[in-house]
């Protein structure tokens, strides 16, 4: 109780020291927007006419590798709106010294390594959250959200827009078109937050249109559209409607010939331009993409993204450093329905679902109930609650509960924080919390966190959470810094030191890591990196007779790797690593190599050698990784940006399984409108229970998105 009296009062003393601080703010550039009768075709190609009459705007800033100086190249930007879209275009010029580098075409995943342009919409003017908008030279598109100033990014949120990328001999142009109806904002606004941003890949180059930030994605400190006239009630309603149809011949799901068709979907209701309904029936849970087997050597479960467009709309509020909700804990859905929206500095997600019961896992039906809250305070900060809750019918039940801040006293500091609690149970062996105070930007971070856990935290967490570890006081402090140089053999070089300790609720330390590494990239792209990773560990396990017991282990992991061109799209890297492994010892071998083979071919190839000797160790409740090699080969060839093949096949020689995986796909109306035609096989020896499995599957999805 001590413990936690001090956290709580550290936090007053923080807040009361925020508000005496003086916050600097410097001027923001503006673009005034105009109305357009002649909306632009959105083909990449500036035609008579389309941005004549509108005024461009340029005059971008590099953030790195010259911070504070013009972009190397010019970048020109025009807006127009009408009561459909806000419409975009991007000239870049491009000289012959900066080839256009341009190699990714799945959607979603322009996310670094390509040119590319980026827009970004702070459409309730808050100066912490905003849509994204990427698109490279190849017409590519990445849609995203962005909370807490930065801070968070998630991917994982899609919506309906559209954009077209073309190529001049002076460079390329980019041309965006985003419906009203796609995104929330106040409607009342006539002035929105916006940003312009550039990647340049041949120099390592990004670049924004609002001037000198301290770091990337920083919505307070992008500039102002003024002029924007959005309507009150976008489109209304849209239907996600899917049909499915599984052959399955299995012995995982002793499934043998079987057919299952099936029918579900999604529901989106706008009830105002800031506020939205959504409901599910029935969504697949079946992901169109394969997960990609991750080597792992903590022991600890590993978590994947949640695919399920139910979940997209609102599933970066739940991103927190321990997270009371973890949207892949609830499997098969019944039926759900959801509340998002932000009005007053109040953002708001509330949902409720139920999931069937599962006779096999012995798991009973289920509801899942959270309210999600988080309230704009200051210049960019926020506070937020949260409530979570699992009750089936048998009157058993999981709650957890929970307050989080992040607290941007300054253009570098950031103070963040958590507190939870959950029941059943001793309230104070099942709650915890941390508080962290960093100082960063693009170029360097330090942080110091305290965190307590209690020692049965994890229990509840868990039925509806992800939480990999409890029963800790612990000290962390990361600290890394980039050097960049100008005219020189050597683009940068990064440092890295990362170190934590913690100890027991019985004063008993119970593990300490020492990460480092330092990584060259140099100006003919060649890259090394020298990594160490150092943990002392106490785990719990049983022994022979079952009894628990405290296992004490020492591992070290020592990397090099030596690249080229990795921080672009097409790479390739090898890397040699030697360390001990819950008292084995260890080393690993990796390849990785991408390239674009052909036109609209890429490939790319991984290789994973991992190896402890004879040693065969093993111990329950520890996942443990075992002597491998583990091949995975990708090939996706693009049609155009949306119809395309994708073959993904991975081996594992320690299960001896053989994994492969074909997917056709058909976007007829980005993105949620699709036809996917897929084959996953999958043979592999299960080590437990001693046998073979097989498991083929033919799918066939068809969405079709309807609007009214």
């Known amino acids: 109780m001590h413990n936690k009296f001090q956290m709580v009062s550290s936090f007053r003393l923080l807040f009361l020291i925020i508000l005496c601080l003086g916050i600097k703010v410097s001027g923001q550039k503006n673009m005034l927007i105009s109305y357009t009768a002649n909306p632009p075709q959105i083909d990449g190609i500036f035609s008579a006419g389309e941005w004549d009459n509108i005024q461009p705007d340029s005059g971008f800033i590099q953030m790195e590798p010259d911070k504070g100086c013009d972009a190397s190249e010019i970048t020109k930007v025009y807006a127009s709106f009408d009561s459909i879209n806000i419409y975009v275009a991007f000239s870049c010029i491009q000289g012959s010294s900066n080839p256009i580098m341009a190699n990714i075409q799945t959607r979603d995943r ?35 959200k962005i909370t807490d100033d930065g801070r968070f990014i998630n991917y994982e949120w899609d919506t309906e827009w559209e954009a077209a990328a073309g190529r001049l001999a002076t460079g390329w142009v980019c041309e965006m078109a985003i419906p009203f109806g796609s995104i929330k904002y106040r409607a009342s606004n006539e002035i929105w937050g916006i940003n312009f941003g550039r990647i340049l890949i041949s120099n390592l180059e990004t670049s924004w249109w609002s001037g000198e930030m301290v770091d990337n994605f920083r919505i307070s400190q992008g500039g102002q559209l003024e002029g924007i006239r959005a309507p009150v009630r976008p489109k209304r309603l849209m239907l996600f409607p899917y049909v499915s149809l599984r052959y399955e011949n299995s012995d995982i799901t002793r499934q043998y010939n079987k057919l299952k068709p099936d029918v579900g979907g999604d529901i989106l209701v706008n009830l105002s331009s800031n506020f939205s309904m959504n409901a599910t029936i029935n969504p697949d849970f079946a992901s169109v993409e394969g997960d990609l087997v991750k080597i792992d050597l903590t022991g600890w479960e590993v978590d994947f993204p949640d695919k ?5 709309e609102g599933n970066e509020m739940f991103t927190m450093r321990y997270r009371p909700f973890y949207s892949r804990r609830i499997g098969d859905i019944n039926y759900g329905v959801k509340f998002t929206g932000k009005a007053g500095g109040y953002g708001m997600n509330i949902l409720n679902v139920r999931s069937p019961e599962n006779v096999e896992q012995g798991l009973p039906a289920a509801f899942y109930t959270v309210a999600r809250v988080k309230k704009d305070i200051l210049r960019s900060s926020t506070i937020g609650a949260i409530i979570v809750d699992k009750s089936d019918f048998d009157t058993t039940f999981a709650r957890s ?74 000290l962390d402090a990361d600290m890394s810094y980039t050097f960049w140089f100008n005219e020189s053999f050597m683009r940068y070089i990064r440092v890295f030191f990362g170190n934590n300790v913690f100890w027991g609720l019985d004063g008993i330390m119970r593990g300490y890591t020492f990460r480092d590494y ?28 079952g009894q628990p017991e405290e296992l004490y282990f020492y591992n070290y992991f020592i990397e090099n790797e030596l690249g080229y061109n990795t921080d672009a799209s097409s790479y390739a890297s090898l890397s040699f690593s030697t360390g001990r492994n819950f008292n084995r010892k260890m080393k690993i071998i990796q390849g990785d190599v991408a390239l674009q083979a052909l036109e609209r071919l890429t490939v ?16 329950p409740g520890i996942r443990l990784e075992q002597n491998t090699l583990l091949n995975i080969l990708t090939l996706d060839y693009y049609f155009t940006n949306n119809l395309w093949v994708r073959l993904f096949a991975q081996h594992n020689s320690y299960d001896k399984r053989f994994y492969l995986y074909g997917q056709f796909g058909w976007r007829f109306k980005p993105p949620f409108g699709a036809l996917y035609l897929i084959y996953a096989g999958d043979n592999y020896f299960d080590h437990t229970e ?19």
């Open 110 to 144: 322009v996310t670094g390594g390509d040119d590319a342009v980026i827009l970004l919409l702070d459409t309730y003017i808050d100066s912490r959250t905003a849509y994204g908008f990427t698109v490279n030279p190849l017409g590519t598109q990445t849609d995203y």
């Open 518 to 545: 330092i990584r060259f990239y140099l100006t003919c792209n060649f890259s090394y990196r020298f990594y160490i990773d150092y943990r002392y560990q106490v785990r719990n396990s049983t022994d022979a007779s």
């Open 401 to 474: 509960f929970g307050l989080d801040w992040v607290l941007n006293p300054g253009e570098r500091w950031k103070i963040t924080g958590q507190l939870m609690g959950s029941y059943p149970g001793d309230i104070l062996k099942h709650s915890g919390g941390f508080l962290r105070v960093a100082h960063e930007s693009n170029k360097h971070h330090v942080h110091l966190r305290y965190t307590l856990l209690g020692g049965d935290l994890a229990e509840n967490i868990n039925q509806t959470g992800f939480l990999r570890d409890d029963n800790r006081h612990e």
């Open 690 to 708: 001693k046998q073979y499995y097989d498991h083929r599957t033919v799918f066939l999805k068809l969405t079709y998105p309807i609007g009214f």
């Open 308 to 312: 399920r467009l139910f979940f997209q």
């Open 604 to 619: 790319k190839y991984n290789i994973s050698w991992l190896n402890f000797g004879t040693d065969t160790l093993s111990y």
